[in-house]
Nanobody, 127 residues
Framework: QLQLVESGGGLVQPGGSLRLSCAAS????????IGWFRQAPGKEREGVSC??????STYYADSVKGRFTISRANATVYLQMNSLKPEDTAVYYC??????????????????????WGQGTQVTVSS
């Protein structure tokens, strides 16, 4: 059974950094496209960053480009978040879509509803 478990959220000051982790189990991660979504109160869900594991290609939303980095080590997916801003405050979710190798942008922009989701981790950026 596919399972995604996020960790690493918390409270951080503006300009600070956090690294989110997502432990994946129950499926072969190599065959999936994975990513991170977020949802802030009163806002629509947003695909933040996605990566197609078959070739390592990535996608970043304009709002995080240059500040966030998605990566993977074995069965764990990471989201390194630097230069955090108050508008980054949200619940962050790890998602996986497959086993077809969907393009990273396709997952982040189009296929969120079709993906499997973790339970989420809260990130709060505030002074």
């Amino acid at each position: 059974q596919l399972q995604l478990v996020e960790s690493g959220g918390g409270l951080v000051q503006p300009g600070g950094s956090l690294r989110l982790s997502c432990a994946a189990s129950g499926f072969t991660l190599d065959r999936y496209t994975i990513g991170w979504f977020r949802q802030a109160p009163g806002k629509e869900r947003e695909g933040v960053s996605c990566m197609r594991n078959s070739d390592g290609s990535t996608y970043y939303a304009d709002s995080v480009k240059g500040r966030f980095t998605i990566s993977r080590a074995n069965a764990t997916v990471y989201l390194q978040m630097n230069s955090l801003k108050p508008e980054d405050t949200a619940v962050y979710y790890c998602v996986a879509d497959g086993p077809l190798p969907w393009a990273a942008q396709a997952l982040c922009v189009l296929r969120g509803k079709s993906a499997s989701w973790g339970q989420g981790t809260q990130v709060t950026v505030s002074s």
